[in-house]
């Protein structure tokens, strides 16, 4: 887990995170949620931004404010990654985007724009705790089809105030 972040009162009600998380690093009270759940589970964690010179797994999950990182981490990750799924959110407009090494590599970077084209702000600020959430579970969905070799959905939005889901 690689994050310079701190947990903001804003993340209480959109990310899930608990009152006496904020001021903490993200990684850290991410993974001490993790290790509740499971003590089992091993995570490491980065409190810093991402770099191409960090060592990843065989899955990344991209989950970061800015188009701008998102092109980075793919330009450096992609080829180094067999699953990739990335969440954007806008309020209540999520989209998912996954590719394996068989789908979705072309069609990812195609997703990516100009930073002058990208909308103002954090996309958490406008967002729910509900919306966090289904976005985190379309991410992890894609990931155990991946897991048990089932096709991957490699675009997949949902706009909960217009009641459409599409999925490419």
């Not at 990739?84 to 195609?110: C, F, K, Q, S």
């Not at 969905?141 to 009641?163: E, K, S, V, Y």
Request: charged share 25%; aromatic share 8%.
């Amino acid at each position: 887990m690689v994050d310079f972040d701190r947990v903001d009162l804003t993340n209480v009600t959109t990310q899930g995170y608990w009152a006496n998380d904020v001021g903490k690093p993200k990684v850290t009270a991410t993974a001490a949620a993790i290790r509740r759940l499971d003590p089992a589970i091993a995570v490491e964690t980065v409190e810093d931004r991402y770099r191409p010179r960090l060592g990843i797994g065989e899955a990344v999950f991209c989950c970061v404010d800015s188009i701008a990182a998102r092109a980075a981490i793919w330009r450096s990750a992609a080829s180094r990654c067999r699953f990739w799924v990335d969440g954007r959110m806008l309020g209540e407009v999520i989209r998912v985007l996954t590719a394996d090494e068989e789908h979705g590599r072309n069609h990812y970077p195609t997703t990516l724009f100009a930073r002058s084209e990208a909308q103002p702000g954090r996309c958490t600020a406008r967002s729910t705790i509900y919306a966090a959430s289904m976005s985190a579970a379309l991410m992890v969905h894609q990931f155990t089809r991946w897991l048990r070799r089932l096709p991957l959905d490699r675009d997949i939005l949902l706009n909960l105030l217009a009641g459409e889901w599409t999925v490419g």
